[in-house]
């Protein structure tokens, strides 16, 4: 799993490439662990080459959005996959997080 | 500096002894600002402004030129420090009032309610003005003893009388010329009219209140048929968790963490559904609790995802109802659309959520 992260002006563009579970989820966490401090609270993260979430990245997105949240600002997930999206669906997190 | 010897000697005397216990004021205002500022933030009333100020030289000229024969010494004046607080309705002044007296000692004699002051048929200044000392117990310096014995005055009064009489004030004091009786006789008017509007956001305050209460007891009570839905209404019903039982049932298929989240943006869809009473939010839940279950039961049982959001048991109440009811694709589409904002998506997730639906038996 890879993660890319860029700022641009107000707002941090994340691309996640790959799956997020037991085996990958350490490294998510310390790829995004800057976002959790970063100056720009707006991230916009691109879903579509995310191909799997387990609860532990439910957890995390939950995390990254109390984060951004206390901050004053948006966290926005886009381009998910449709089997992602129903991850989201079916636990109710798409009422909690937005996503485009 | 105007010319002093305008004035009557005991006038000077008293200009003298203003200069003189410059320090004393300066003390006084502190611990008035600061005392008055504490009542108000414990008082829980919402005020405009706690303003406050010492009275300037020029000023005090003024008014010693025009009444000097009233005053033979310095503390004969009660207004060289003051504070004004000023309250959005007209029972607050009451309330503050009731607790300025217990801090500083009112020389009630002295103080005027001039609210109470009006004939039946006159409008105009209305306020509580209370004539104070500082207590030794709040605060004493030997040095400066006068802080204790030197009153000062308290202004309260409502945001509209601040502004009545503060437009009273400009008009009658700046232009120096006499204002025709017609033009005094419009301003008394809306003396008369603000009287009226603060008089009435009382009772709509005491209204709101009432139906608070009410609401409360009948949410308590479970007389959910009395109590129409609006925010306030769900809010309080809300309080009463109705959904929780629902929630940790659905959390224990996976023995999930919940993680809880405001169930109020549900009101646009419950109002969208054509549910009128919380009557009506009880029934639901009565009545599609089930199948809500049995839904959430074919979502997760079969993954090993586990944590949930406590909005999951309404909004799988909400889309038992729909897909039960009939209303199909366009109606669960609804609920996305309402719950979840517009999108291009929420169509195809409507139809496949659909095809899931048609596969539960929600019979058994």
């Known amino acids: 799993m890879t993660v890319t992260i860029n700022n641009e002006g107000a707002k941090t563009y994340v691309v996640i490439d790959g799956r997020i579970d037991t085996a990958t989820a350490g490294e998510f966490q310390d790829a995004v662990a800057p976002l959790m401090t970063s100056e720009n609270p707006d991230i916009e993260i691109d879903c579509e080459k995310l191909s799997y ?48 | 500096m105007k010319n002093e010897h305008t004035l009557s000697p005991s006038s000077q005397m008293i200009l003298q002894q203003y200069d003189q216990y410059a320090a004393v004021w300066k003390v006084m205002k502190k611990v008035v600002t600061e005392e008055t500022s504490k009542i108000v933030a414990n008082s829980g009333v919402t005020v405009t402004a706690v303003d406050s100020r010492i009275k300037d030289r020029k000023s005090l000229h003024g008014k010693l030129e025009l009444k000097g024969y009233k005053y033979f010494s310095i503390s004969d004046l009660t207004d060289i420090v003051g504070v004004r607080i000023t309250t959005f309705y007209t029972d607050d002044v009451d309330k503050v009032a009731a607790l300025i007296a217990k801090v ?14 009006h004939e039946l048929n006159s409008f105009g200044y209305m306020s509580l003005h209370y ?42 004091y700046k232009t120096g010329i006499e204002i025709p009786v017609e033009h005094l006789r419009n301003l008394r008017r809306l003396a008369g009219m603000l009287e009226l ?13 009432d139906y608070r209460y009410k609401v409360e007891g009948l949410v308590k009570d479970g007389n959910f048929d009395d109590v129409a839905l609006d925010a ?24 999930a963490e919940i993680y809880h989240s405001s169930l109020m943006p549900f009101l646009k869809v419950l109002l969208k559904m054509g549910l009128k009473t919380l009557g009506d939010v009880e029934r639901l839940r009565k009545n599609y609790s089930d199948a809500a279950y049995k839904l959430s039961l074919s979502e997760i049982a079969d993954t090993d995802l586990n944590i949930i959001s406590s909005t999951l048991a309404l909004q799988n109440i909400c889309i038992a109802y729909l897909y039960l009811q009939g209303s199909g694709v366009p109606g669960i589409q609804m609920f996305f659309d309402e719950y979840r904002g517009v999108s291009d998506r929420n169509r195809p997730e409507a139809e496949s959520l659909m095809d899931r639906l048609k596969n539960i038996n929600f019979d058994i």
């Open chain 2, 197 to 209: 509007a603060d008089e009435e956001f009382s009772r709509i305050r005491k209204e709101i209140a």
């Open chain 2, 104 to 117: 500083f000692d009112v020389d009630w004699k002295n103080s005027v309610d001039k609210r109470k002051m």
């Open chain 2, 131 to 172: 004539i104070c000392r500082i207590p030794e117990s709040l605060f004493k310096d030997e040095s400066l003893p006068e802080v204790n014995t030197f009153r000062f005055e308290v202004q309260m009064r409502t945001a509209l009388q601040h502004v009545w009489a503060t437009i009273d004030h400009d008009i009658g």
């Open chain 1, 53 to 100: 979430t387990s609860s532990l990245g439910l957890r995390m997105f939950l995390m990254l959005q109390k984060s951004v949240q206390s901050r004053s600002g948006v966290l926005v997930l886009k381009n998910m996959q449709p089997s992602v999206r129903e991850v989201f669906d079916i636990t109710g997190f798409s009422n909690i997080i937005k996503i485009i």
């Open chain 2, 232 to 255: 306030d209404t769900f809010r309080r019903y809300l309080e009463t968790q109705p959904f929780r039982a629902l929630e940790e049932k659905i959390a224990a298929v996976n023995q």
